[in-house]
């Protein structure tokens, strides 16, 4: 097929009557011939089409349209494997939009007596592509007999490769036989690790020969590397979790069998792959942990070894007397690390090592200051600390600006370091009143400082409180400080006027000044002009940002005037302008949780609310709306046990654990059924954790903290 016939009806073909991820498909026809023309806009116009028509692996009604160009394009041996690839990751997508159920894979399939011949091409790198992208349709009457045709033809073991993967795609019985004779030493590493996939069947044991094939393929990066599927890229990450997603005694054993052999081996690209996959496993298995830290705690002078152990907290603390070695050997990065891990896992012997250190040991620091902690616990006090935190404020008032460029620090590393000692003497509160003059002199160049005063001064005599009242004063323009000031004098005035200043300021000030006041109630009363103004110029607004400052300003009106006239119209546009929109969706949980706030004024949005319950981000905040909104006159009007059937789904789902715990609290024993108790009861006992998303360093903490959360709720239950 020349090129003129693959693109033939391109420019006639009603582009405008289907949509991609951007809108409008009008633009198709440009970088569908830009890309097979090859000349040099190619590589962004096929850049360009993976954006619009697979866009972050989801497809759409012009991913259908665009399959037989592709398939032509690819045929017509112009950009093959680019139209290929591009091709399988249409064909792999189940994330449709807007589109009927499995019809983009079926106009992928439909292109099959184009696709099927290029298993035989030349090209070598065409026949992985190929083998790939046939694979993903899943079809078994045309595209199966020809995998399995060029899988007894082929020669190179890469290809080879990616045709039993395709074959496991579409038979997976089949594959698993016919993998079985490429699991030994003799057969080429591409193949092997690729068999070893194939038999990744949750109905098949993972037997003996599959344990040593893995092992005896590490380190497998660069094998996977020559493959086109993803699952392959971090080959022992990807059968670890693979093995743990079984939920057995038996597959958790085989995960960490595997880990405690890789993380034992001596090679270090070895280890360096076992690492990466028990950092996986800790994550996703609470059972992991202890199982791995006899084979982790050894390797503590690694870099990714002392973290994993850091996230893991006081669980990890036999590594720390190999950690207080390290910490005090020298003073590079590595000793830094190990010190920073220690803080995590055994802080009181890091404490007098951190005092001694405290300017040479800046990501120890932050972890005590808790930038980066993982244990969600204050920082035990030591008094040797508090001295060389002192110390260290102290002289970094008196540096010049000049003075830190010429030895070397970067221009933010001055208030990076004064964050966590500022933030290090907020934890400790009364504790740290010696630090109080350092605070008071850091303020003018770090207004952050202000919280930590109004810590270690709440609960002093009325000489030390003037002391800390008259430097928040001086830089009470901040709203930040004067808003520190209220609290610890109640002084209104300055931050009346910061407040008014950054709603005037517009943007990101209005929800600022709004939300300082909003507290104050009816003493606020001068501010709500202010208010009303701001919110005037935000109404009808769709960006993510204006929603947020415009429920802001709404809220805050409501707590200072009493009149819910206001925020109510303004919540009902936040859910109807949500209209299911995926980045929408935590702006208008947020609105849910507002509306509980509102309580009985809140009831007109009921129906609102009740829509929410069916999304699994968006049920625990409409629960606790719902809850709040409520007549008590008329309790057949909520549905307890269709809110905590909600509510439990998106525990169960992972998709908002931390409202699904508060939500739970808030129903009450008589919201659930025997049968839910024992769903809950499954799921805080369960090996697989709660959160499985969120910040690296404190997932495993946070999964911790919500299960004892959930087993409080559980205890009430029952």
Not at 130 to 145: C, F, I, K
Not at 208 to 222: I, S
Not at 363 to 386: K, T, V, W
């Amino acid at each position: 097929m020349d090129l003129p016939s693959a693109l033939a009806g391109l420019d006639t073909h009603p582009w405008s009557t289907v949509d991609h991820a951007y809108g409008s498909a009008e633009d198709l026809p440009g970088l569908l011939r830009a890309f097979a023309e090859g000349g040099e806009d190619a590589e962004e116009a096929l850049g360009e089409l993976y954006s619009s028509i697979v866009h972050q692996g989801t497809v759409y009604a012009a991913s259908v349209t665009a399959a037989p160009y592709l398939a032509r394009i690819a045929a017509s041996g112009r950009q093959t494997a680019d139209a290929l690839r591009l091709l399988g990751c249409l064909a792999e997508s189940e994330d449709e939009h807007d589109v009927e159920p499995g019809a983009v894979r079926a106009a992928v399939t439909a292109q099959l007596p184009l696709l099927v011949p290029l298993l035989d091409d030349e090209d070598a790198a065409v026949r992985q592509a190929a083998g790939w992208t046939v694979g993903h349709t899943r079809d078994t009457s045309t595209a199966l007999p020809a995998v399995r045709a060029r899988m007894a033809a082929e020669t190179q073991s890469v290809v080879r490769a990616e045709l039993l993967t395709a074959y496991s795609r579409m038979d997976r019985p089949g594959a698993i036989a016919e993998s079985a004779a490429l699991l030994g030493p003799d057969t080429p590493a591409p193949l092997r690790l690729a068999a070893v996939f194939a038999a990744l069947d949750p109905e098949q044991p993972w037997l003996p020969a599959h344990h040593d094939a893995l092992l005896g393929l590490l380190p497998a990066r660069e094998t996977a590397r020559s493959g086109h599927a993803d699952e392959h890229r971090e080959p022992l990450s990807a059968v670890v979790e693979h093995l743990l997603g079984r939920d057995t005694d038996a597959g958790r054993e085989s995960a960490f069998a595997l880990l405690d052999a890789a993380l034992r081996d001596e090679r270090p690209a070895v280890r360096d792959e076992a690492l990466w996959a028990a950092d996986r496993a800790c994550t996703l298995s609470r059972s992991a942990p202890p199982r791995l830290i006899p084979a982790l705690a050894p390797l503590a002078a690694d870099r990714t070894a002392a973290r994993l152990l850091g996230k893991m907290g006081p669980a990890a603390a036999e590594a720390a007397p190999l950690l207080t070695e390290l910490a005090a050997q020298s003073d590079d990065e590595a000793a830094d690390q190990a010190l920073a891990t220690l803080v995590l896992v055994a802080p009181e012997a890091a404490a007098p090592l951190l005092a001694r250190t405290l300017g040479r040991r800046p990501y120890a620091l932050q972890c005590a200051a808790g930038s980066h902690a993982s244990a969600g616990a204050p920082f035990p006090y030591d008094a040797e600390l508090l001295s060389a935190v002192r110390a260290r404020l102290a002289a970094r008032a008196l540096e010049r600006p000049e003075t830190r460029k010429e030895c070397g620090c970067p221009a933010t590393a001055d208030r990076d370091d004064t964050a966590a000692l500022v933030h290090l003497l907020r934890q400790w509160g009364p504790q740290a009143v010696e630090a109080l003059p350092e605070l008071c002199a850091t303020l003018p160049r770090f207004h952050h400082a202000a919280t930590a005063i109004t810590s270690v001064a709440a609960h002093l005599g009325p000489q030390q409180r003037e002391q800390a009242a008259t430097a928040l004063r001086a830089e009470a323009e901040r709203l930040f400080v004067a808003r520190a000031l209220y609290e610890l004098t109640g002084e209104t005035g300055p931050l009346f006027a910061a407040a008014e200043a950054a709603i005037a300021t517009g943007g990101r000030g209005r929800a600022e000044g709004a939300n300082a006041v909003a507290e104050l109630g009816p003493a606020a009363a001068r501010i709500a002009p202010a208010l009303r103004a701001a919110l005037e110029h935000t109404l009808d607004q769709d960006a993510t940002a204006d929603v947020e400052t415009e429920l802001a300003l709404a809220l805050a009106l409501w707590r200072i005037t009493g009149e819910a006239s206001e925020a109510v119209p303004v919540l009902a546009s936040v859910f109807d302008r949500s209209d299911g929109l995926q980045w929408f969706r935590w702006t208008t949980a947020r609105a849910a949780r507002e509306t509980a706030a509102l309580g009985p004024a809140g009831r007109p949005l009921a129906d609102r609310l009740r829509v929410l319950l069916d999304d699994p981000a968006q049920a625990p905040s409409a629960a606790l709306g719902l809850l709040a909104v409520a007549d008590p006159a008329d309790p057949a009007g909520l549905d307890r046990i269709r809110l905590a059937e909600a509510v439990l789904h998106s525990a169960e789902t992972r998709a908002d654990v931390k409202g699904a715990c508060e939500a739970l609290r808030a129903l009450g024993h008589a919201a659930l059924t025997p049968e839910q108790r024992d769903r809950l009861a499954a799921l805080v006992g369960g090996d697989r954790r709660l959160v499985l998303f969120g910040l690296d360093d404190t997932m495993i903490h946070e999964d911790e903290r919500l299960c004892a959360a959930l087993v409080s709720v559980l205890d009430r239950v029952e």
